[in-house]
């Protein structure tokens, strides 16, 4: 496996003269794998390749304000959701720190930085890929309104993945609207592990596919997804697992390209399975899945079998129920969620998300 190559070293990115002030903003998305990223080596470099959904709705809108440094130390100030947050801010200065090689102009400005999601702050849907990508995204925007480097979109974008997948690994994929894909892999050209790339050839179908986030529980989980990799590094089925992957993006991404929703709903679930079901085996074993994300699973196969409406469930590390559905099928599954998963789920527990375009710039 390639070691990290890290190419975007770079020291000439620093002020000579004055410091500029200004702000920048940035909204991004969260993205929900397909073929899930679980397990890692060195510094956020995925055991194996991963394919995501980019979201719509729910994302993180950053601004990121600048001026020179008052002082030697650079400083900054992070507020989510109007309020000064020293957890985000303790981990956004540890991010900052650990960049000032491919960004050296970090240390010459204090920042003042503010972030808040689009969906609900209780719903337990995990930000860090929207708010990573988002400040990736304003990280870049500052070198090329700065440097005139990251000209074209596809640098701008690459960079903006690299830096993003340094501060929470599956971030690296919201970089790209629609359909993105990160890991080394022979089935897509200029793959890498260090970035995420677009997946070009998808059908119409997917593009416009529908994401109903079930909010099953709302809390904090108990393992978080750190730990939940580590423990892959002693999982005694990982081997299995990482060459499973590498068999069901090959055929996911055949699926991807012809709109075969019977293919993708075998594999999506499989996947979302095979993700818990490592989570279930690792030592210390854990389970994440709620009573009512099984019983949910259950209803959704049910109905699936029932009516021929091809809708596939799939799941984050968490209890939380994706429910992924061609658009045309949307009153239907509304009807669905109304009549038959009441007991799990209010109407305040639903996020009617969508495929999506990726980042956009707010300021
Ligand atoms: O990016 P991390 O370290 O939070 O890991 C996320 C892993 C999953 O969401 C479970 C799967 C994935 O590929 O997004």
């Known amino acids: 496996m390639s070691s990290e190559k890290n190419n975007y070293i770079n020291p000439h990115l620093r002020f000579k003269d004055q410091v500029p002030e200004g702000t920048t903003g940035w909204q991004s998305p969260s993205n929900i794998a397909l073929i899930k990223y679980w397990g890692k080596r060195a510094v956020q470099l995925p055991m194996n390749p991963s394919v995501s959904f980019t979201l719509s709705k729910s994302a993180t809108r950053t601004t990121v304000h600048y001026k020179p440094a008052a002082k030697k130390e650079s400083t900054i100030a992070f507020y989510f959701e109007g309020e000064r947050n020293l957890t985000f ?24 930085i503010r972030s808040e999601n689009s969906f609900p702050h209780s719903a337990g849907i995990a930000s860090s890929a929207s ?25 701008f974008l690459q960079k903006a993945s690299y830096i993003a997948r340094l501060g929470s690994g599956s971030a690296c994929r919201s970089v790209y609207g629609g359909v993105a894909l990160w890991g080394k892999t022979d089935r897509l050209q200029d793959s890498s592990d260090e970035f995420a790339v677009p997946v070009p050839k998808i059908h119409p179908l997917f593009r416009h596919y ?3 986030i079930l909010i099953v529980d709302p809390h904090k989980k108990k393992v978080s997804s750190r730990a939940g990799h580590e423990l892959m590094k002693t999982n005694p089925f ?10 069901n993006l090959a055929i996911l991404l055949k699926a991807l390209e012809t709109g075969d929703t019977d293919t993708f ?3 999506t679930e499989l996947e979302a399975l095979t993700l818990h079901a490592m989570m279930m085996t690792s030592q210390p074993s854990y389970m994440l899945m709620k009573p009512a994300t099984v019983s949910i699973i259950e209803k959704i196969r049910d109905f699936r079998n029932r009516t021929g409406i091809p809708v596939a469930f799939t799941l984050d590390a968490g209890p ?11 009153e239907s599954i509304k009807e669905f969620i109304r009549t038959e998963l009441s007991a799990y789920v209010t109407p305040d527990s639903v996020i009617a998300d969508r495929v999506g375009n990726g980042p956009q710039k707010t300021e």
Do not use: W
């Not at 990508?133 to 596809?154: I, K």
């Not at 939380?320 to 949307?330: G, K, Q, R, S, Y």
């Open 320 to 330: 939380n129920i994706h429910m992924l559905f061609p658009e045309e099928n949307e």
């Open 131 to 155: 708010g990573m990508s988002a400040l990736a995204m304003a990280l870049c925007d500052l070198e090329r309104t700065f440097f005139g480097t990251l000209d074209t979109d596809e640098a």
């Open 210 to 212: 529908r994401d109903y």
């Open 89 to 112: 801010e303790q981990k956004t200065i540890a991010f900052f720190k650990n960049l000032h090689s491919v960004f050296p102009f970090l240390s010459q400005m204090d920042f003042e």
């Open 265 to 267: 709903t075998d594999i």
């Open 238 to 247: 990982a081997p299995a697992r990482f060459k499973q992957a590498n068999q």
